[in-house]
């Protein structure tokens, strides 16, 4: 199993950008048609990428079902072999990923940002929905909630999405950005924070980014103890046993197992 980690965005409206972007160390690329362009580039940008052969598949994230753009970046989507999945925003129900999966005839993976009140609340839906995983719109929630972006006020919506994803047997959720580009240590202490809580990947808004985040999730040191692990567990004659002080049961042979998956 190959989950992601890694996100990294990048405007529709620059070209110049996306193979930059593309060659980066990113699990995936997700190519921007919403927030980063402008209402008046819309056009031009969803041109651009029809004609567009990047040198590996990649994600685009598409205006919110309530906009004029929605038809028209779904019709671009659905031509373009390389989108491996659309990011689908604003999402506050079920009903959303739905339409678009109809749309889509579920030819294409949706991933479903949450960014709202509404739909952290509804998480356990929209898990169920058939979208292929979740994201949180940390800095969209931030405004709802009049507050600066803080890791407590993120604390409960990470916690909601964790629960929910795990309960549709989905891939950990993604975290929200980290806005400030110079600024390494706050970067690692929010992914840091995210991970405790259970976030399995990060938005990044630069490619230097990359390089603090990725470490963070599967260290060198995780996979060594997760063979250790499995190591001492088929030597052992029983279910249960101690490995450098540690008592291992089942809990931590199928967690040594996800790690080295």
């Not at 980063?36 to 056009?43: H, L, Q, S």
């Not at 929910?164 to 706050?186: Q, R």
Request: proline share 5%; charged share 25%; with cysteine.
């Amino acid at each position: 199993m190959n989950v992601p980690q890694t996100f990294l965005f990048v405007p529709a409206s620059r070209l110049d950008r996306i193979e930059k972007a593309l060659d980066s160390n990113a699990d995936v690329v997700i190519i921007d048609l919403e927030d980063a362009v402008r209402i008046e580039d819309k056009d031009q940008s969803r041109s651009n990428l029809s004609l567009l052969k990047p040198s590996r598949d990649a994600y685009v994230r598409i205006n919110d079902e309530s906009t004029e753009q929605f038809r028209k970046d779904v019709a671009l989507i659905t031509n373009c072999s390389w989108v491996s999945a659309v990011v689908l925003p604003k999402v506050q129900s079920s009903n959303e990923v739905k339409r678009l999966r109809e749309l889509t005839k579920g030819r294409i993976d949706v991933v479903a940002l949450v960014e709202s009140a509404q739909g952290i609340i509804a998480s356990d839906e929209i898990a169920k929905s058939g979208a292929s995983r979740l994201m949180f719109g940390s800095v969209d929630y931030a405004v709802e909630m009049c507050s600066q972006p803080n890791e407590k006020l993120f604390a409960y919506p990470r916690s909601r999405l964790v629960v929910a994803s795990a309960a549709a047997g989905l891939a950990a959720p993604v975290d929200g950005p980290t806005p400030m580009l110079n600024d390494a240590a706050a970067l690692i202490e929010q992914t840091m924070t995210a991970i405790f809580l259970g976030m399995g990947g990060k938005l990044c808004i630069h490619p230097d980014q990359i390089a603090h985040v990725a470490p963070l999730f599967i260290s060198a040191k995780d996979e060594e103890w997760a063979q250790k692990v499995l190591n001492a567990y088929r030597d052992s004659k029983s279910g249960v046993f101690v490995l450098n002080g540690e008592m291992i049961d089942a809990p931590q042979l199928a967690l040594a197992r996800k790690i080295l998956e």
